[in-house]
C-alpha cells in the first residue's frame, strides 16, 4: 500500500478469496474526508515495521500488553503510558440465571437475579492467531457457554489506544442472561454513563437502579480522578455496576416468562447474535478522549476501490469539514429536509462550557441561519473568516443551516431515460381505493417519492403520478439506449418473490436477479416469530414506510425498490425479459469512466439456516406449556397495574378473571 508520495504504508494481507485479497491497512484519513492509496503487487509481505506485537495468548503495542490466560479471558492488560496494570481481575463472560417478571419480562429484570452469582462462564477455550503483521494483530477464542458457544475476535490495531472484541454467539440458554464483567483496578462507588447527548453519573447497584442505560460507553474512573476505563459497546445498552471496581455489560437476555403468544418474550435473543466491545483505558476523567475514541469505535473507516487513478479537483487527500477542538461532536451534516441548504448540528460532549467553536467546510460559506432541531430559523449568524464560530454550554447542542456560494459542477455524464410507461401503481391517498398494483396486491404510496432520488450519486427520473400509467412492467420490450453509454443503472421490484431476469442489449445478455418489492430483505434470528436470518445482497434505493390498499394504508407492508446496475460496451438497445412481474420505476444510462466499489463489508453475512429446535427434549415439553407463563403474566399485571382498588385488585380471583378479559396482543 502506497502513499500518494509512493511512501509504503504497514499493511497486510488478511485473506485471499479468489482474485480477491482482504487487507488491512495502517492510515491517517482527514477529518470527514478521504485518502486515496495505491495498492500494488509485492513478492514479500509488508517490510514496514510498526509497535505491534502478538501471538497465540499475547497482544501488545505502544500503549497496551494484554495477555490471556487458559481459559482465554483477558487475564493481564498493562497500559504502558499509565505505567499501571488496568485489571484487578480477569475479564469475563458470565451466565446468570434469568427469571424475570412475568409480566413484560423483556423489560422487567428482577434485583435478585442481577444480584446473585453467575452459574456459568465461557470456558474450554480454542486459540488460533487470526491475524499477525505490521497493521493488525488478532486472536479467536472460541468457548462453551453450556448449551451455548461463543466466539470472540480479540484485536488491536498498531498505535491504537482501543482494545476491540467482536463477539459471535450461538445462544440456546433458556431463562438466562448473558453479561461481559469488566473488573477494573480503578474505584470508585458511581460510574458515568454516555446518554448519546449527554452524560449522566450513577452510584453502584441499588433497589430501584440495578439495571441502567447507556448509549455508546459507560466509564469507571477511581475515587481520587488519576485514571480511569471507559468500555464502548456497538449495540448493547443495559450496564449495571455491583461493586466499585466492576462495570457489567448485557450482551443477552432471555427471561422465564413468555407473557405474549405471538412474540413469546422467553425466546427472546435465542439464536445468532453478534456485538462488539471496546476498552480504552485513559489518565483523568473520561472528558480525556472517551467521546472522540467512541465515536472512532462506532464508526469505522469504510474503503472503496476504483478503477481509476487520474487526480481529480480535490486531490489525493480530502476533508469536507473538520472542528477546532475534541470537545464538540458534528451529530449531522446532512442536507435540509426543504433543499435550500445544509443542516450541521453540533453537540458539546465534555460537559463544560466551549467558547469560540469552529466548524470549517472546503466550500466558501454564503450564509448561516441558526435553527431549531426540526430545521425552523431562528436567526443569522455572522459568518467569521470564512467560518462558522459559536460558543456551546455545557452538553448543548446547536443546528445551523448553511449556504453555500455557487459551485461551477462537473458536467453529468448519464442520462435519464423516458420510459414507455404501461401500467398504474402509484397512488394518493384520494384514488387508493381505485387502484391495484398489478401482481402485488397493493399501491405504492405517491407521497413518499422524493422530489429527485438520488443513490450512490446517480439520479433518476421518476413518473410522474396522473390518471394514467406511471410504472413499466417489463414485456419484452426494446428500447433506445443513448449514445456512448457503458452502464445502466434501474430501479426495479418484483411482485412475486425474488425473480432471475435476462436483459439484453444489441451486443451481449446478462441475468440479475430483481428482489421482492414486499419481503424484507434483511431480517435476524428470532425464534418468537420463528422466523431466521436473512440478508440479501440488494441495494435497496426506495423503501415506503407502508403501501396503499383499497380499504386504506397498510403499515405492516413496507415495499422496496432495489437499484441494479449492469456495465458493458458500448450499446444501442436493451431489450428487456419478457415477465409481468417485473416492474422498472425509473432508468438512468451512464458513460462510465471508472469503476468504483464498496470494499468494506457494511452487512453480516449469514451461512447456513438455523434450526431453533435443536434443544434438549425438556425444553420442548417446556415450550409446549407456555401458556402456564403467559397467564400468569397476565394475572401478575392485573395485580400490579390493573383496574380496581383494594380488594378488587388484591383479590387473586378478580385478578384470574381479569387477566381473560385483556386482548391477547
Request: proline share 5%; charged share 25%; hydrophobic share 40%.
Amino acid at each position: 500500500m502506497l502513499d500518494r508520495d509512493g511512501n509504503e504504508l504497514p499493511s497486510q494481507v488478511i485473506r485471499k478469496e479468489g482474485k480477491a485479497f482482504h487487507m488491512a491497512v495502517l492510515a491517517t484519513v482527514p477529518p470527514m474526508g478521504y485518502l486515496v492509496l495505491d495498492v500494488t503487487a509485492a513478492n514479500a509481505p509488508c517490510p514496514v515495521k510498526t509497535d505491534l506485537r502478538c501471538g497465540e495468548h499475547m497482544l501488545e503495542n505502544r500503549k497496551y500488553r494484554l495477555l490471556l490466560n487458559k481459559n482465554g479471558d483477558i487475564a493481564f492488560l498493562y497500559d504502558k503510558e499509565l505505567g499501571r496494570q488496568i485489571l484487578e481481575r480477569p475479564i469475563k463472560l458470565a451466565v446468570l440465571h434469568d427469571t424475570g417478571e412475568l409480566n413484560y419480562p423483556a423489560w422487567e429484570m428482577r434485583k435478585a437475579d442481577i444480584d446473585k452469582a453467575p452459574y456459568l462462564y465461557a470456558n474450554t477455550p480454542k486459540f488460533e492467531l487470526l491475524e499477525s503483521g505490521p497493521a493488525k494483530a488478532a486472536i479467536k477464542v472460541s468457548r462453551q457457554l453450556g448449551v451455548s458457544k461463543v466466539e470472540q475476535v480479540i484485536s488491536l490495531d498498531a498505535g491504537s489506544s482501543c482494545i476491540r472484541v467482536e463477539n459471535a454467539v450461538d445462544w440456546r440458554s433458556r431463562r438466562s442472561m448473558l453479561k461481559a464483567e469488566f473488573p477494573f483496578v480503578a474505584a470508585a462507588n458511581g460510574a458515568d454513563y454516555d446518554l448519546g447527548l449527554g452524560v449522566i453519573h450513577r452510584g453502584n447497584n441499588n433497589e430501584k437502579l440495578y439495571e441502567v442505560p447507556a448509549q455508546k460507553w459507560a466509564d469507571l474512573t477511581g475515587s481520587n480522578g488519576d485514571f480511569g476505563v471507559s468500555v464502548f459497546s456497538d449495540s448493547k445498552y443495559g450496564w449495571d455496576k455491583p461493586d466499585d471496581h466492576t462495570l457489567r455489560l448485557t450482551c443477552l437476555h432471555t427471561p422465564a416468562g413468555a407473557f405474549i403468544k405471538e412474540a413469546r418474550q422467553d425466546l427472546m435473543d435465542l439464536g445468532r447474535n453478534r456485538f462488539g466491545f471496546g476498552i480504552y483505558s485513559h489518565k483523568g476523567g473520561w472528558q480525556t478522549g472517551t467521546q472522540t475514541a467512541a465515536e472512532a469505535f462506532s464508526k469505522p473507516l469504510v474503503a472503496f476501490q476504483t478503477s481509476a487513478r487520474k487526480d481529480g479537483k480535490l486531490g489525493s487527500a480530502f476533508s469536507a469539514a473538520a472542528l477546532n477542538t475534541e470537545n464538540a461532536l458534528l451529530r449531522a451534516f446532512k442536507k435540509s429536509e426543504d433543499g435550500s441548504g445544509y443542516i450541521v448540528r453540533v453537540g458539546e460532549a465534555a460537559g463544560q462550557a466551549q467558547k469560540a467553536v469552529t466548524f470549517s467546510v472546503y466550500r466558501a460559506i454564503a450564509g448561516v441561519t441558526l435553527c431549531t432541531a426540526d430545521e425552523r430559523p431562528i436567526q443569522a449568524i455572522e459568518i467569521k473568516n470564512g467560518q462558522l464560530t459559536f460558543d456551546l454550554k455545557p452538553f448543548e447542542v446547536k443546528t445551523f443551516l448553511l449556504t453555500f456560494e455557487t459551485e461551477k459542477l462537473p458536467r453529468e455524464k448519464f442520462k435519464k431515460m423516458e420510459l414507455p410507461v404501461n401500467t398504474k401503481g402509484l397512488t394518493t391517498d384520494e384514488d387508493m381505493r381505485n387502484c391495484i398494483l398489478q401482481g402485488a396486491g397493493f399501491s405504492l404510496p405517491a407521497e413518499l417519492l422524493p422530489k429527485v432520488p438520488t443513490y450512490k450519486g446517480i439520479t433518476f427520473k421518476l413518473p410522474q403520478v396522473s390518471d394514467g400509467n406511471d410504472l413499466l412492467v417489463a414485456r419484452g420490450e426494446t428500447l433506445e439506449l443513448p449514445k456512448g453509454c457503458t452502464k445502466l443503472y434501474f430501479l426495479a421490484a418484483s411482485t412475486a418473490g425474488d425473480r432471475q431476469a435476462e436483459f439484453a442489449t444489441d451486443r451481449r445478455t446478462k441475468t440479475l436477479t430483481i428482489h421482492s418489492m414486499a419481503e424484507l430483505p434483511f431480517l435476524w434470528d428470532m425464534a418468537g416469530l420463528k422466523q431466521t436470518a436473512r440478508i440479501k445482497d440488494a441495494d435497496i434505493a426506495l423503501e415506503f414506510t407502508h403501501c396503499h390498499h383499497p380499504e386504506g394504508n397498510i403499515a405492516a407492508k413496507k415495499p422496496g425498490s432495489t437499484c441494479m446496475n449492469w456495465t458493458f460496451a458500448v450499446a444501442k438497445t436493451l431489450t428487456l425479459p419478457e415477465d409481468n412481474r417485473l416492474i422498472i420505476m425509473a432508468m438512468t444510462a451512464v458513460k462510465k469512466y471508472a469503476n468504483t466499489t464498496l470494499a468494506t463489508p457494511l452487512l453480516d453475512t449469514i451461512t447456513g439456516d438455523y434450526d431453533f429446535d435443536d434443544i434438549p427434549p425438556m425444553e420442548k415439553l417446556i415450550d409446549k406449556a407456555d401458556f402456564v407463563t403467559i397467564r400468569a403474566g397476565k394475572i401478575q399485571d392485573q395485580a400490579k397495574g390493573g383496574k380496581g382498588k383494594g380488594w378488587k385488585r388484591d383479590n387473586p380471583i378478580t385478578n384470574i378473571i381479569r387477566s381473560y378479559t385483556k386482548s391477547e396482543w
